[in-house]
């Protein structure tokens, strides 16, 4: 059982920068592939950004958010971040972390077995 906890949203203008964090529990974090997805109000869940296991860390990214977003893993803290820069209004959701051991299509949100709570970011224009 792996418990996730997402950290770091907030209000911020448009063009401003955020760093979201989420904490796993466990000793085995580094075998897990992460991915954060987001919800906007009145949205279906999308895809944001992935990380494999540690070993290759290879990162996907959604169209929408590359060159802007970054993601990262520190297995020592047992932590996944999301660099998110140049934010506009439309990235304004609920940005959620997921955890899985294996995973082909790491931007398929039914393949992830673990999830947490959430944390809101808000993009004012």
């Known amino acids: 059982q792996v418990q996730l906890v997402e950290s770091g949203g907030g209000l911020v203008q448009a063009g401003g920068s955020l760093r979201l964090s989420c904490v796993a529990s466990?000793?085995?974090?580094?075998?897990?592939?992460m991915g954060w997805f987001r919800q906007g109000p009145g949205k279906e869940r999308e895809f944001v950004a992935a990380?494999?296991?540690?070993?290759?860390?290879?990162?996907y990214y959604a169209d929408s958010v590359k060159g802007r977003f970054t993601i990262s893993r520190d297995n020592a803290k047992n932590t996944v971040y999301l660099q998110m820069n140049s934010l506009q209004p439309e990235d304004t959701a609920v940005y959620c972390c997921?955890?899985?051991?294996?995973?082909?299509?790491?931007?398929?949100?039914?393949?992830?077995?673990?999830w947490g709570q959430g944390t809101q970011v808000t993009v004012s224009s």
């Open positions: 997921a955890a899985v051991r294996s995973i082909i299509n790491y931007a398929r949100s039914n393949g992830y077995d673990y």
């Open positions: 466990g000793r085995t974090f580094s075998s897990y592939a």
């Open positions: 990380i494999s296991r540690s070993g290759s860390s290879r990162t």
